[in-house]
């Protein structure tokens, strides 16, 4: 926009805001800003209104919810109480064995221990820890 055109812009909007200014003024200085903003080269011109634009589309109309379908509660499943780890016996040494299923540990020295009815053997050593 060049020097002339920003100075009739500026003149406009001092038109457009003066109170002392007539109804017809301000619309007649509304019309020519509009003019002169769109193209400064038509500053002359009339501006006609606009077409109407087409209307959008309307949203279809929405479906009511249908209503919620009872399901059968989930079945429960039986939970069995924790294994409980066995407690140390004795090896009638002053120490003692940790029994883990068929087999204990020595946790001294970290043998195993197998399982022979009433109590475990030291495949190592031949000991015997009763049960």
Same mark, same amino acid.
């Given at each position: 926009?060049?020097?002339?055109?920003?100075?009739?812009?500026?003149?406009?909007?001092?038109?457009?805001?003066?109170?002392?200014?007539?109804?017809?003024?301000?619309?007649?200085?509304?019309?020519?800003?509009?003019? %002169?903003?769109?193209?400064?080269?038509?500053?002359?011109?009339?501006?006609?209104?606009?077409?109407?634009?087409?209307?959008?589309?309307?949203?279809?109309?929405?479906?009511?919810?249908?209503?919620?379908?009872?399901?059968?509660?989930?079945?429960?499943?039986?939970?069995?109480?924790?294994?409980?780890?066995?407690?140390?016996?004795?090896?009638?040494?002053?120490?003692?064995?940790?029994?883990?299923?068929?087999?204990?540990?020595?946790?001294?020295?970290?043998?195993? %221990?197998?399982?022979?009815?009433?109590?475990?053997?030291?495949?190592?050593?031949?000991?015997?820890?009763?049960?």
């Amino acid at each position: 926009m060049g020097p002339a055109a920003q100075a009739r812009t500026d003149e406009l909007r001092r038109v457009i805001g003066d109170a002392a200014a007539t109804a017809a003024q301000r619309q007649a200085a509304r019309e020519e800003l509009v003019r %002169l903003l769109m193209s400064p080269s038509a500053a002359g011109k009339t501006v006609a209104p606009l077409p109407p634009r087409a209307a959008i589309d309307p949203v279809p109309p929405a479906r009511a919810p249908t209503p919620a379908q009872a399901t059968p509660p989930p079945a429960i499943t039986p939970v069995a109480p924790p294994v409980r780890a066995t407690l140390p016996v004795p090896d009638g040494k002053g120490g003692t064995v940790v029994p883990q299923g068929k087999t204990a540990v020595d946790p001294r020295t970290g043998a195993t %221990l197998v399982d022979v009815g009433n109590g475990w053997v030291d495949p190592a050593t031949g000991r015997f820890v009763p049960k």
